[in-house]
């Protein structure tokens, strides 16, 4: 049984517990009264009142007005169900109507029942003490059940925003590959379908099986670079898509990254096993940005710390690693906060996996691993 259910029986348990223990002792003060004059009736009272006190949909308005009727005339022996009510009502916040049933009740009560009257004797005190009460704990409960739900809808609200934050981070970095695979292809299809192009001019000179081939080849590159534009550039940055725009690629390599930071003030250790072009175009564009996004948040929660760069090219895995102590965190420079949510997509996609988290005496460290395809030689091109 989870906590909640569970509390919600022991709340059942004892309310049906308290009215069953006020209705048995406006019994038994009614079989004391006059000798026992006025136990049938008070019991049908305090029966008919716990029944409508205890099932949830009679509360209201049939319970409030019912235990008001029967306090009016027995007064003090059925004052305390008539706090439950006014509980009831005052955590519903329905406060008026719990001081208007505690005014009806009080008032009316003058002619009722002699023997039980509220206003012999100095009850009054008690039946005021203890209807006050009750409607204080119940505003105090029901403005703490109203702050929680406020809390709880808060909470579904910030966790909604976070999700939809994160998917947005995710949608922009798969935007950003599609883009850059754009401009990478869409180079390569170029470069194929230039030098077919020369070839296709030289077709005199060309055996004729030979001439044919380069035809096709030319005019499937072009074809093919005609489809691509017209699937994935959409996708490309706002000035690439002007009219004149050249299909460069991004291809800028960690260690110009890491010279403009080392420019800008960063100490950096940079390492790099073997030559970018013995790793997928993929996985370099991946790095680039991987120790770019860590560069980063190292300026921004670590400003002065040295930070240590590792970049392994060489089959079967592309491998990067970025670690920095700790340090001064700036308090000039904001961000989403997502950027290494939108990293981890990039890598996943790719069929990696990227930790980042501490590690150890206040360090940071990022780390991502992505295999190589299949039938990828040591520079980098496919069997």
């Known amino acids: 049984m989870s906590r909640s259910r569970a509390s919600r029986w022991a709340a059942t348990a004892g309310r049906v517990a308290l009215v069953a223990f006020l209705a048995l002792a406006a019994a038994v003060n009614g079989a004391s009264i ?28 049939l319970a409030a007005f019912l235990v008001t009727a029967v306090t009016a005339w027995w007064g003090w022996l059925t004052v305390p169900l008539l706090g439950i009510v006014m509980f009831d009502l005052a955590v519903a916040r329905r406060t008026r109507v719990a001081v208007g049933c505690a005014a009806v009740a009080l008032g009316v009560n003058l002619f009722g029942c002699p023997a039980t009257r509220v206003w012999a004797d100095e009850r009054y005190v008690s039946a005021l003490f203890v209807l006050t009460l009750a409607v204080v704990v119940g505003l105090w409960l029901g403005n703490r059940r109203g702050l929680i739900q406020a809390l709880a809808a808060d909470m579904e609200h910030l966790r909604v925003e976070a999700q939809l934050r994160e998917e947005a981070a995710r949608v922009a970095e798969r935007s950003r590959i599609a883009a850059e695979m754009h401009d990478v292809l869409a180079h390569r299809l170029s470069l194929i379908a230039l030098h077919t192009g020369v070839l296709s001019t030289r077709s005199g000179t060309l055996p004729p099986p030979v001439a044919e081939r380069v035809g096709l080849l030319r005019t499937t590159s072009v074809e093919a670079l005609a489809d691509l534009r017209d699937v994935l550039g959409v996708l490309r940055e706002p000035d690439t898509t002007q009219p004149g725009a050249t299909l460069t690629p991004v291809m800028r390599e960690v260690r110009e990254l ?46 002065g710390a040295p930070v240590t760069v590792r970049v392994d090219y060489r089959p079967p895995a592309t491998r990067v690693e970025v670690t920095n102590p700790p340090g001064t965190p700036r308090t000039d420079t904001g961000g989403s906060g997502y950027g290494l949510i939108g990293l981890r997509e990039r890598v996943t996609t790719l069929g990696g996996h990227l930790n980042a988290g501490p590690a150890g005496a206040g360090a940071w460290r990022v780390a991502a691993r992505i295999p190589h395809p299949p039938g990828i030689e040591q520079n980098g091109t496919l069997t």
Do not use: F, M
């Open 258 to 303: 890491v010279d403009e930071a080392r420019a800008a003030g960063q100490h950096i250790e940079l390492t790099t096993e073997a030559r970018p072009e013995q790793a997928p175009t993929t996985h370099r564009l991946a790095a680039y940005r991987i120790v770019q996004e860590a560069l980063t948040n190292a300026r921004k929660h670590a400003d």
């Open 34 to 61: 006059s000798g026992g004059r006025y136990v049938a009736p008070v019991i049908a009272s305090a029966v008919v009142c716990a029944v409508a006190l205890l099932v949830p949909r009679l509360r209201w308005p």
